[in-house]
């Protein structure tokens, strides 16, 4: 199967910053997109931003400007780089992978366990 593992979560005060990781082992064949959600308490769980293979990049209109993705697709580890952090940004943040576990199987999406970012002063 495939594990997820995310680090990186956290508190931190407005203004500050944050660099989300998460690494993708176990039986894979090829790892498509790669991205973040947030789910805040009481509410659904939105896509923040999202990374193909090749590097195109999306992102939620509420982070533009202030967080980036990226990947490292030889250590199958997508990061998400916060600047400029809000009180609205307290989420658990979670991680997923579109991933095929060999030549023949549709890619299915893996989840990380989630990771706690507070932003308060």
């Known amino acids: 199967q495939v594990q997820l593992v995310e680090s990186g979560g956290g508190l931190v005060q407005p203004g500050g910053s944050l660099r989300l990781s998460c690494a993708a082992s176990?039986?894979?064949?090829?790892?498509?997109?790669m991205g973040w959600y947030r789910q805040a308490p009481g509410k659904q769980r939105d896509l923040v931003a999202a990374?193909?293979?090749?590097?195109?990049?999306n992102y939620a209109d509420s982070v533009k400007g202030r967080f980036t993705i990226s990947r490292d697709n030889a250590e199958n580890t997508v990061y998400l780089q916060m600047n400029s952090l809000k009180p609205e940004d307290t989420a658990v943040y979670y991680c997923?992978?579109?991933?095929?576990?060999?030549?023949?199987?549709?890619?299915?999406?893996?989840w990380g366990q989630g990771t706690p970012v507070t932003v308060s002063s």
């Open positions: 176990g039986s894979i064949f090829s790892i498509y997109a």
């Open positions: 990374i193909t293979s090749g590097g195109s990049t």
């Open positions: 997923y992978a579109d991933v095929a576990i060999t030549r023949a199987t549709i890619p299915y999406d893996y």
